[in-house]
Structure formats: structure tokens, C-alpha cells
């Protein structure tokens, strides 16, 4: 019995080295590479008394402080290059500037800055932007938020990319409205072709 104790202790350790080994973020999808979206977000600018972070972290990507300065856009990196960075939470950080700097002097660590309870800080949740993309893209579109700061609440939301010119017009019509333009191009032009017919008797 106590022979087989070790050997019993050898086959867990190794299944959980075997477990561990294969844990972390699910592989790239086929063709795709890490991507380092750019991000911007509207509105700051309007409450130059408060000073904004975004923050996220996730399973296997290291958790980021980003000072948003102005709304100018940002590249994220996400310090993975083999791996899909799986995002558990991202958001943006608001508090008064000048209680922010008192307290970032106190603890330059910005520890009570991590407690979404902390008193004074405001933080809203926002969807992630894509962390992955075609291999054969060369960039990916800036994706931006609408930031709004009202009666002590925070809160953010993801403008949706806006369609340009004639593409962008055709895609608010409904596809059976092109065949009734269609119907339409072909009488007008079997009346014109039947005028001039009678024209030239």
C-alpha cells in the first residue's frame, strides 16, 4: 500500500502538469492574427476638471492603466502574438482631477484607484473592440465611444461605424424597392421608344 503511494502521487502530478500545460487563451482563429485596435472616445473633452482611464484585464493579458489625455485615438497592445486575447472586463475610470492628484501623491501605486468602490471614482463598463483580425489586413478601423458624465454617474457606449457615401444610402433601402425602380426605368423607356415611333409617321 504504501508502495503504490507514490507512484499514486507521480500520476497526479503529472495529469496536472498535462492540464496546465494546455491551459490559456484559445489559439488564433484560422488566418487571423492579434490585432492592436485603435480606440477613441468622444466627450472628455467637455470635463477638463476630471481626468480618465481606461482600464482592462483578462484571462492571460496583463491588466492596463491607460491616462486618456484627449480624444485623440490610442493603439492597445495586448502583449500576446500567438494567442486570442480573451478580454474579462474592460472599462474607463473618471475622477475629479484635483482629488486624483492628491491621492495619487499619497500612494503613487494608484492601489485605491483599483477599488471600483473607492470614494470619488466613477467607472462604466464598455463592449471590447476586436483583438483579432485578418492576416492580410494592414490596419483595423478606430473604434470610438461616446463618453457622458452627468449628475455624478459615468457612462459609455460604442458609436456604431457610419457608412459612406451612395453605399451607406443604398443600405437604408429595403433590396424590393430596386426592382420597382427597375419596373419603372423599363415603362418609362417603352413610352419613349413608343412616342418616338409615332413621332417619325
Request: net charge positive; charged share 25%.
Amino acid at each position: 500500500m504504501t508502495r503504490k503511494l507514490p507512484l499514486a502521487l507521480v500520476s497526479i502530478l503529472v495529469m496536472v502538469g498535462v492540464v496546465c500545460a494546455n491551459a490559456g487563451p484559445p489559439p488564433l482563429p484560422k488566418g487571423h492574427k492579434v490585432a492592436e485596435p485603435p480606440v477613441r472616445f468622444e466627450g472628455i473633452d467637455k470635463h477638463p476638471d476630471y481626468i480618465f482611464h481606461l482600464y482592462y484585464y483578462g484571462y492571460f493579458v496583463e491588466a492596463a492603466l491607460i491616462e486618456l489625455k484627449d480624444e485623440k485615438a490610442i493603439k492597445l497592445n495586448f502583449k500576446s502574438n500567438d494567442r486570442t486575447p480573451a478580454l474579462s472586463y474592460m472599462g474607463i475610470k473618471a475622477m475629479e482631477r484635483k482629488e486624483f492628484d492628491k491621492r495619487k501623491k499619497a500612494d503613487p501605486k494608484l492601489k485605491w484607484f483599483d477599488d471600483f468602490k473607492a470614494e470619488g471614482v466613477l467607472a462604466a463598463k464598455i463592449e471590447p473592440p476586436k483583438t483579432t483580425m485578418p492576416i492580410e489586413a494592414k490596419e483595423i478601423p478606430v473604434t470610438t465611444y461616446r463618453v457622458t458624465l452627468k449628475d455624478g454617474k459615468l457612462s459609455a457606449e460604442k458609436v456604431e461605424a457610419k457608412k459612406d457615401g451612395a453605399a451607406g444610402q443604398a443600405g437604408l433601402l429595403p433590396p424590393w424597392t430596386f426592382g420597382i425602380l427597375m419596373s419603372l426605368s423599363m415603362t418609362w423607356f417603352g413610352i419613349w421608344l413608343a412616342r418616338r415611333g409615332s413621332g417619325a409617321h
